[in-house]
């Protein structure tokens, strides 16, 4: 853990200029202007309220059970299935015709899926894993491109009472493996393959290559079949969903399971080589994603929202599926990636749709401030009200830039802070409310306890920087690591007793408003996605040919942080080595290891490691020389003339 850094630094203690509410974006809000007085004057019951928008089939009367720090309980007297949370009350309530999704493959084919349709397709699917054999308690693993079916299956999931895995489609074979081993699922839905970028991804090999090797738990895989693309079935195994559909009844009562009933399982990066296992509730997630998702986008009956992540990221499962369904909006889900087949899809989506709420990364924003501007100007974006952005560290010129070229200088940009681990957002501002700053976070949500505390667990004043921990238990909190409470214990609750550390840097301003700072722990940030560094080198010296391996996430102007590696390599590889090319082999094992998304933009084989007289590897220094910056206070280290061989090595490479 390091103190933090960041280029907002002097934003805590400049006064700068702040964009209140325009009058004519306030008109016809229905967020309550005393909302965050109301929450803090009376937390749980202002939760309770918020789950109280939910249909529940057997009403809570409990609202916290905090008896038993870190675990959390919410509602948990009470009872609702998320499903009819997220269909069929909409359809209940006369709005069956309304669009819930409008999909967009990246071929160009679309969809349009009403609520009832979504109703249909969700009963299905749900009578289909009943009829596989699926029960309540159940995991089910996703490995799915960005299709309906996927929007189908969680929420058939959730239907049923079995708890869905689903695993971000760019993930390797070995990480589809141990996420399955460590769920426990029996069943895996994929598809043939998705496409991306004009060809096809094969997902379906690559979870035949996870599952080759016996001793895994799944028993039944469940083929989409969405792309042009042929793959081998399993006999005994492999099963495809549209024959599996024919004949099932599109009609499924639901029952309610308890509020603590486990939702879904997702995986993400830690600061030790081992995945987490995240898991999340159903009454007390579904009650924050709901709210948080009215609130921070300012719903109103008739926006069309775009979330443009994939649907394999906490943002995707919290603000594509939970949050917008259980709101009845309608939305956006596209396939396919933003630059295919040019740099204008996105604008052209939102142009055609008359989106209204758009919400994205900051990595995706400073692209196109590089690719330039007359790229979102040749379209009419006019109907966008509100801009949300998400994942990383929005740095300041970003967010004016996403205000003035997207936004037509005119829409507020919500920056929300949150994590796999909150479940939904918990440091936003309000755009009905406040004037928003460009480049921060400004506010808790209403009803979140946020304090910013130095090292030694002392509140910082305004105008600095420390930690950021959260100091009362909230609704969509995960409730554990799977199979692994310890090891949420220590992650989370350990540092500060009492409080839930996030790893993150914060300033507070004089203000008192938030600013985000990224990551103070072993984990990275490449465009918005969670990577751990010790994940990336063990990996590494898995690898014949490395002997030590140390990585560190570099400062890089587009994707916030990169990967950048260095190896030692084994002294008897050596001959091997001078005979192919080390960079490319080792990138490449990264990717087919963890995922194109974990791949290095360096690795420099070099000597030696920088190391302190206890063999403690100075990450830092090296991090300083991959930004193109000085090495730094070399003095802790056992042989200080590794550093200048290090820093000529990359300055060597440019
Ligand atoms: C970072 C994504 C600054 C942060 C929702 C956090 C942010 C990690 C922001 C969680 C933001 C997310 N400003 N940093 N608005 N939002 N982060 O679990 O470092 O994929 O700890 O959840 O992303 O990443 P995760």
Request: aromatic content about 8%.
């Amino acid at each position: 853990m390091s103190a933090p850094e960041g280029d907002k630094i002097d934003k805590l203690i400049n006064p700068i200029e702040s964009y209140p509410p325009a009058p004519e974006f306030v008109a016809g809000t229905s967020i309550p202007e005393n909302l965050r007085e109301r929450a803090a004057a009376d937390r749980l019951g202002f939760w309770a309220e918020q789950a109280r928008e939910l249909e529940w089939s057997k009403p809570f009367t409990e609202v916290l059970d905090w008896s038993n720090p870190p675990f959390a309980r919410w509602f948990a007297d009470g009872e609702l299935n998320v499903a009819v949370n997220c269909v069929d009350r909409h359809v209940a309530a006369g709005r069956g015709d309304k669009v819930a999704i409008h999909w967009i493959g990246e071929p160009g084919d679309t969809r349009t899926i009403t609520y009832a349709d979504l109703h249909r397709e969700v009963q299905r699917a749900a009578n289909l894993l009943e009829k596989l054999g699926v029960r309540a308690g159940d995991v089910v693993t996703l490995y799915l491109p960005m299709i309906p079916e996927t929007v189908f299956a969680m929420l058939a999931c959730a239907r049923i009472g079995a708890t869905h895995s689903v695993i971000f489609g760019g993930f390797s074979a070995s990480a589809i493996r141990s996420r399955v081993e460590n769920s426990g699922a029996k069943l895996v839905i994929t598809a043939n393959g998705s496409n991306r970028k004009g060809r096809v991804f094969p997902l379906k090999e690559t979870v035949d290559e996870a599952l080759a090797e016996p001793g895994h738990p799944v028993e039944q895989v469940l083929v989409v079949q969405r792309a042009e693309h042929e793959v081998d079935m399993v006999e005994g195994r492999d099963l495809w969903w549209h024959e599996q559909l024919e004949g099932v009844s599109d009609s499924h009562e639901a029952k309610g399971f308890p509020a603590e009933h486990p939702l879904f399982i997702l995986h993400t990066s830690g600061t030790t080589g081992v995945p987490k296992g995240l898991w999340h509730s159903s009454g007390g997630y579904l009650a924050q994603t709901a709210f948080t998702f009215r609130t921070s986008f300012d719903q109103r009956e008739d926006d069309v929202f775009w979330c443009s992540a994939d649907v394999g990221w906490v943002t995707g499962h919290s603000y594509i599926v939970y949050g917008p369904l259980a709101n009845g909006a309608t939305q956006i889900m596209y396939e396919g990636a933003h630059d295919f087949p040019s740099l204008d899809r996105w604008f052209e989506i939102i142009e055609e749709y008359g989106v209204t709420a758009f919400y994205t990364a900051p990595t995706a924003i400073r692209g196109y401030m590089k690719s330039g501007r007359e790229i979102p100007q040749r379209h009419d974006l006019s109907s966008l009200r509100l801009l949300g952005s998400v994942g990383e560290p929005i740095n300041p010129e970003a967010w004016e830039w996403f205000r003035e070229v997207i936004g037509s200088n005119r829409t507020p940009i919500v920056d929300t802070w949150w994590q796999t681990e909150t479940g939904a957002h918990m440091i936003a501002p309000i755009a009905t409310q406040d004037a928003l700053k460009p480049g921060s976070g400004q506010k808790p949500v209403p009803g979140i306890s946020v304090e910013v505390i130095t090292e030694q667990g002392e509140r910082v004043n305004p105008g600095e920087m420390g930690l950021l921990t959260i100091t009362e238990p909230w609704p969509s909190m995960a409730r554990g690591i799977w199979g692994d409470d310890q090891r949420f214990i220590d992650t989370y609750w350990s540092q500060f007793p009492g409080r839930y550390f996030a790893g993150d840097g914060a300033g507070v301003d004089l203000d008192g408003d938030l600013w985000l700072l990224g990551r103070v722990d072993d984990v990275m940030n490449v465009s918005g996605h969670r990577l751990s560094t010790t994940e990336i080198e063990s990996v590494l010296v898995d690898h014949e040919l490395v002997a030590e391996s140390a990585v560190v996430g570099a400062e890089d102007e587009t994707t916030g942080q990169a990967v950048v590696s260095f190896v030692v390599l084994k002294d008897s590889q050596r001959e091997a080595a001078a005979s192919i090319d080390v960079e490319a082999e080792l990138r490449g094992h990264v990717a087919k290891r963890i995922g194109a998304i974990a791949r290095p933009r360096a690795v420099y084989p070099v000597a030696e490691l920088p190391k302190t007289r206890s063999g403690k590897i100075m990450r830092r220094l090296l991090k300083n020389v991959a930004e193109g910056k000085p090495a730094g206070d070399t003095s802790t280290l056992t042989d200080a003339s590794v550093m200048d061989a290090i820093t000529e090595q990359v300055r060597a490479r440019g």
